[in-house]
């Protein structure tokens, strides 16, 4: 007892596993106790046993073994885990218990066997008890049958597989052992109880005695429907029902209810195998049945006919074998083998069944046609071919073919065909018989009942009845509106006798019961795939009742059977009102018409109709409009009123008050009475003729819309359109095409024949009138409106020209939607249920393809032309592909009808050559456009190969072979696609590049789907495979598609499917089927009919599919609006919105109505108490190496209070998609709820922080997408983060810098730029330099770069807690041992060493003497370190600038961002000369950045012209620094580091400034948004004083940034530019408002600015933008602004400037020059308010510079006349206002005789004199005018002489001599006229005299006029085009500039700025001149000195008060500067300071 007493002890787990088996006895049956003693089934105590229970029932010791066994089901019976056992112990059971002697052992082995189907595990255990079938043991078979049987007996065939058992049954009747062959007798009949005779089939092989007995048995067995007797553990609602039933001991109702869900799923097709016939074909069949005797043919076909009986076929290719009984078919003579084949096809097609549908289309025609036959027998056989193919396709796929038979003229083939389309109605639905059939086939049917064969009438009628008795009255009564009462009454009695396949239920009921509510048995429709959402609604009688009464408001979509819901009591009634019938009027005499009239009009207004006089007309008129408005409907005579209108002089009236008044009255007649189309005819052609009228046009519009409501929009429109287009007057047809587009958007689109108005619409295209052109453009937009992009295919022809302006118009109209009609309403349906109106909106799309007029190919498709194509050769088949390219881009719309192409080109699908492979797949898109819908039945044999294609090796095929995909399904609708088991034989190879591409293509499609076939369930299997790919691509797509695919297949047949696969995947897959579960979107509602074409745009609804559903929230959102307004409105029908599930749409209903709220709920001081929280360590602080779950259920909890519900679930969701809709819902969310971001931000940015640790790639790309978002957000709205907020963000974003992807790096890096605008750049240092420290050494690189970047933009101060302690930090990084961290950690040092100097060596400290070398190294090749010898800067700057660049360009590596490298590289070069010039360092921060742009150009065209003045430049750098050189360092700095960058306005504002010019777009914006908001605050606006020359420079170089680069940018989204420009010119027209700023704005910068926006006005790539017009506009207003406001004097010298530079450049376009004297017209006009306040002088100094460069001569050379008149009005101008005086404002000139300036201005003052008398009109014309009358014939006779003089020989030079004088003082006199005729060798002659004797007279060379460089460049050393482009434009010749240009041009500079003694007494004193607000500087003072210091032309604003003082050194030196009252008192500051920091520097 002692070995007994140890085991007793142990715990009852041990015990069983224990050797002895008496413990193991006592073990299982305390574990049996302790099993049913645990009531709770989650208990972790069952996890112990789990490993055990095989042992239990396996166990070797025959009584412990029968324990175990009731413990094991125990355990089953009650264990959750229980299910994970379930392989181990079936086996287990089958092999171990039932061979056991004991007939108890094997009871309970059976019952342990069905326990586990109860606990939902049936799969796994059939699955075992087949395998059990195959052992040796007959005991084991015996047990496993009747296992079998007894599963089958209580769960019934539902839940137990049928099919794999019947396929054993014959093997289990051939059995030796009478016990297994009676046991599979039992069970064979068990399986009759539940099916039926479709077990006949799979068993008439077996011996024929047992299958006699066996039809013994099945005779006895009961007919009543089996019923399932047990249940499984989800189904325990029916096993209540079941009990209860039980207990009432009746079982009527729930015993049908069972039957209708059970009896139609089990097919006898479906138990049968598969039979493989076509490798069984005789080996000669294809010659036999070509052979010429009729004897070969028919052994052919008998063999065929044998093999075709097999029930069952495989499928496989069988295209050649219809192909070949096709054509004994259609070609046979011999009758007999065309009932013979016949009955093959027939086989093969109920043999086949779907897998036949592909041939089915080309069959058809063929047996149709053949029905010509009149032998019974043949016949017959056609029928039954043709009715077993019409179940292997659909009606619409074949409808084409039969449409095309109808026609045919033999009597006995359209009675077959009749009777054929009977036939297939009656298997039809309504759904599967939609409007869109019915239509076309009742037209067709219509014919025949109307034909002289009496056979064809009664076919005909019997078709109409089927058609009838299916869809129900009201969907086929309007096509039967014009039929004969006895006809109909006809039609209606063969409906009556018509038995439909589907029972009579499916059609009619709903309609007789006319919305009585169904209760009771409903069907459920067992249409295509048993449509759930029916059954649904059918079960639960509740909801349908509900459904009946709401009906009225829920349209039901075509393809959603409208069973069980009645149809509302204004249904049928709503359509049969008088809308729908149209009114017929016959002609009526004009006796009779007057007469009628006479009736109801007074007696004198008939009278005086033809009055002659108006008044009495208009009397008349007036009287006729008060009887009709009198009048009632029933009693107006509208004919006859109409006719008296129309009467003499009627609608010739010519009073037009009359005719308005006589328009008004026919459109009164039309809307009140009962108006005809005869009526209409009588006035339409009056009312067109009077549209283009001024006066009367809009009433006959009005009369024209009346009209169109009374008579329906389509008729009226055709008779109009026709009417115009008839006649010749422009006028009236653009009218009526007016008028058209607007009834279009009243009326709608519905009936319009497109085709008629494509035909006026082309002649209206072609018109000659514009107006009639743009009329018919505007026309096709709205039609494009309802049409959608097919439209354009009928003007493909057009000439390019027009068809841009259509693509614009198209364009235009892309992403709006159709308006919903607003008139013609009430004349369509009134019936709520009734879905015509969309049906009809639907049909637009299809119809206009059916217009196409389509050609037929078929006889181009030659055999050479496939044998090319199949040939050898491959360059042979390129040509046969190029061909039947051409072939088709001839034909353009082709008929389906294409031969043998199919075959060929799926031939070359699978092409060695893989360039073939894509020209056949761009062959086979071409061909889906061309054949549109039609391609159809070319989805099988062609679409699918394509699928094949997609496994490609090869990206790029690929790619082409999804486009060709994509292509055909917009065609045809993915329905044919999925039936089938196409497909799943794709999905099925095992290519990882076919299963993602294919499932990527089925995830994109599904959800757009409103139901599929059935067959997509065969997918499933091959979906689970893929979903355990090797392939991570594969498995990722197999998961993305699985929601979809549930979606419409439903969860329970989902799990179903997962029964076959092995225990571990089963449960893996189940997982993903739960998480699955939870993403499952709702199916697409059936839209609403306000909605019906929201989705949709432009396209037709048809092809709309509604994307993305699934990723897309917002638009789950909008699909079900509609049905929620509803639903509050009158209970919705639970069928409208039946989502997967039933149960589902409850909560999915109530979340859709949450989603409509914020997002983020704002908690006043809510982020203030999270933070104190945090503080005071009442919750986590935010830190973590991983977030552990108590982080996130601490973030899930903090949320809750200001989140949505519903966003958090998706926050806070185990799956990555939905963290990508919570994302995209953020987004959409920013703009609108800022204050509700802002106040959660802290919450917000800790939930990235999670995604950060995400494995997903695409969430956290969308984070990093929505930070930047973010941020830019806070930025504007000025934020600035918390301390919180930042230590529990910024760490974590600094870990994904070390990202591996690049891009995401950048994204990154970017954000961390941003944050720097809304966090302190020193503050972030710490963070990122903690960054440097970590294990992955890209982000210790990008950190070290992005340390280099802050101390780059913001200075030394940035460096915490000190710049020594960082440096040292950073230099320990050069002795990394990656090498891009060394790279990084040197440039960063370098960059720092750039801004700092030789300090840098002193902070670093100590570095290993490797180390220090490499710095040195770098350092020495970044740049050549300071020197302080002076004389070797100069020659070292060259090379300097070329070393830099070097390391620029690794410097700022991923910071496209900031600036170009370019733009860094000026930058930092000139800092270093300007250190080294100066010997200071600190002015390096506050040097603006915007000029790198022009000092790039600077610095490349230095060279050539510094070679030719050197000594100028740098005469002029030392007089510049002379007075910056010697201040009394008496004043300390402040700090050693004093950071400019954050203490001083000037410098900040000189900061964003230099952003303005950024090459990054959204860096300028965000500049120019800060610009704007200090201008537009009065306080701050002071501030910008100072700054705005450097503002304006900035804001042009980004204009010539945007017009040279980024326009070109083929990448950048143009709507970023057009941002870009509305911030310019915003922020510029709020500047130019604010008029003390706009009047700082100096010439040369006014000239610039000018230049860049007359430019943008006329760059054309603008206006091709989508708001073009818009920002022209603007520009347009800005241009104004800057007129009026600026400083009148410079603004008028830049233009003049701007006008001579213009004129001189050959490049400039002459719209230019046109848009610039626009402006100086414009400012004459202003001249006499402003004239007081307008430096004169400066004024007529430039126009004698301008006269000087163009003398008269040249300027009428123009082609032009404006320049001159414009110069001449100015100077008019001038004149009238001041005077004598004006003379005396020539002050400035220095030689008055060098332009003809002083003569014009005292001749216009002798003239002014003479004419002060008179008006001044002819300003505008100029003075000239008169003088030119005054002398025009004497000037003529003075003229001719002198030419004759210069013509004779010996008098040519008095003749010159004289043309000189009278030219000098007749300086306008026009010679022109005389040098015309002459040769150009005389003209030029004479020209060259002229010269001559001027040069001689005036005693010095003339200035080339050639060489134009605009005034403020005069004295510049550098070329042009370095300046502006508009200066650049001025040297175009090419010549080369002499000395004397700038000694001239220096002359005139040194006057201006007050160095010239000469002649100072006519100016006034310097300093009076400087105290003016308008300072006289032309090219502004600035502008000088740039043109010495091109490498100073970055600190514009800097030096801008030190360039006055070095021009006035000589005199006054620095004092007089400081006191002089120009210099603004901030100005003072600014240069206090920046001294100060020079001589702390120095110091």
Known sequence: MGDDSEWMKLPIDQKCEHKLWKARLNGYEEALKLFQKIDDEKNPEWSKYLGLIKKFVTDSNAVAQLKGLEAALAYVENAHVAGKTTGEVASGVVNKVFNQPKARAKELGEDICLMYIEIEKGEAIQEELLKGLDNKNPKIIVACIETLRKALSEFGSKIISLKPIIKVLPKLFESREKAVRDEAKLLAVEIYRWIRDALRPPLQNINSVQLKELEEEWIKVSSAAPKQTRFLRSQQELKAKFEQQQALGGDADGGDDDEEEVVPQVDAYELLEAVEILSKLPKDFYEKIEAKKWQERKEALEAVELLVK?????????????????????????????????????????????????????????????????????????????????????????????????????????????????????????????????????????????????????????????????????????????????????????????????????????????????????????????????????????????????????????????????????????????????????????????????????????????????????????????????????EMPCQALVRMLAKKPGWKETNFQVMQMKLHIVALIAQKGNFSKTSAQVVLDGLVDKVGDVKCGTNAKEAMTAIAEACQLPWTAEQVVAMAFSQKNPKNQSETLNWLSNAIKEFGFSGLNVKAFISNVKTALAATNPAVRTSAITLLGVMYLYVGPSLRMFFEDEKPALLSQIDAEFEKMQGQTAPAPTRGISRHSVGGGDDGEEEEQEEVGNDVVDLLPRADIGDKITAELVSKIGDKNWKIRKEGLDEVTSIINEAKFIQPNIGELPAALKGRLNDSNKILVQQTLSILQQLATAMGPNIKQYVKNLGIPVITVLGDSKNNVRAAALATVNAWAEQTGMKEWLEGEDLSEELKKENPFLRQELLGWLAEKLPALRSVPSDLLLCVPHLYSCLEDRNGDVRKKAQDALPFFMMHLGFEKMAKATGKLKPTSKDQVLAMLEKAKANMPAKPAPPAKASSRVVGGAAPAKFQPASAFADDLGSNTIESKPDLKKAKAGGLSSKAKVQGKKVLSKPNLKEDDDKSGPIFIIVPNGKEQRMREEKALKVLKWNFTTPRDEYIEQLKTQMSTCVAKWLQDEMFHADFQHHNKALTVMVEHLESEKDGVISCLDLILKWLTLRFFDTNTSVLMKALEYLKLLFNLLSQEEYHLTENEASSFIPYLILKVGEPKDVIRKDVRAILNRMCLIYPASKMFPFIMEGTKSKNSKQRAECLEELGCLVESYGMNVCQPTPGKALKEMATHIGDRDNTVRNAALNTIVTVYNVHGDQVFKLIGNLSEKDMSMLEERIKRSAKRPSSVPVRQAEEKPQRTQNISANASMMRKGQAEDMSSKLKIMYRTYRIQNRNMGNHSETAHTVPREFQLDLDEIENDNGTVRCEMPALVQHKLDDIFEPVLIPEPKIRAVSPHFDDMHSNTASTINFVISQVASSDINTSIQALTQIDEVLKQEDKAEAMSGHIDQFLIATFIQLRLIYNTHMADEKLDKDEIVRLYSCIIGSMITLFQIESLAREASTGVLKDLMHGLITLMLDSRVEDLEEGEQVIRSVNLLVVKVLEKSDQTNILSALLVLLQDSLLATASSPKFSELVMKCLWRMVRLLPETINSINLDRILLDIHIFMKVFPKEKLKQCKSEFPIRTLKTLLHTLCKLKGPKILDHLTMIDNKNESELEAHLCRLMKHTMDQSGKSDKDTEKGASRIEEKASKAKVNDILAEIFKKIGSKENTKEGLAELYEYKKKYSDADIEPFLKNSSQFFQSYVERGLRLIETEREGKGRIATSTGISPQMEGTCVPASTHTVSSSIGNTNGEEVGPSVYLERLKILRQRCGLDNAKQEDRPPLTSLLSKPTLPTVASSTDMLHSKLSQLRESREQYQHLDLDSNQTHSSGIGTTLASPSSAAANIDDLKKRLERIKSSRK
């Open 310 to 634: 097999n029930p069952k076929l495989e499928s496989g290719d069988y295209a050649d074998l219809v192909k070949a009984l096709k054509k004994v078919v259609g070609k046979d003579t011999n009758v007999m083998l065309v009932a013979l084949a016949a009955k093959c096809l027939a086989g093969l097609a109920t043999g086949l069944r779907k897998k036949f549908g592909q041939y089915a289309g080309h069959v058809v025609p063929t047996i149709l046609e053949k029905f010509k036959e009149k032998k019974p027998q043949v016949v017959q056989a056609l029928q039954e071919a043709i009715d077993a193919i019409f179940l292997t396709t659909t009606l619409q796929n074949i409808s084409e073919d039969i449409l095309a038979v109808m026609d045919n003229k033999n009597p006995t083939i359209k009675q077959q065909t009749s009777l054929f389309i009977a036939r297939s109605f009656r298997h039809c639905t309504p759904s599967t018989l939609p409007k869109s059939l019915l239509k076309p086939f009742c037209a067709a049917l219509l014919k025949h009942i109307n034909d002289s064969a009496p056979e064809v009438r009664d076919a005909g009628f019997e078709a109409l009845g089927t058609a009838l008795k299916v869809a129900g009255e009201k969907a086929v009564n309007p096509f039967l509106a014009d039929v004969d009462k006895l006809k109909l009454d006809r039609i209606k009695e063969c409906a009556e006798k018509v038995e439909l396949v589907y029972g009579k239920k499916a059609g009619g009921a709903a309609e007789k019961k006319e919305g009585k509510p169904i209760t009771g048995k409903t069907t459920a429709l067992p249409g295509p795939a048993g449509d759930k959402e029916t059954k649904d609604a059918a079960t639960k009688p509740g909801p349908v009742k509900k459904a009946s009464a709401v009906k009225a408001g829920v349209p039901l979509k075509k393809g959603k059977p409208a069973t069980a819901a009645g149809t509302g009591g204004a249904g049928p009634k709503g359509k049969k009102g008088p809308e729908t019938k149209e009114i017929f009027e016959s002609e009526l005499s004009i006796e009779v018409c007057e007469e009628k009239a006479a009736a109801v009009l007074p007696a004198s207004c008939i009278q005086q109709l033809d009055s002659g006089n108006w008044k009495e007309r208009l009397a008349c008129m007036e009287e006729f409009q008060k009887a009709v408005e009198l009048m009632e409907r029933s």
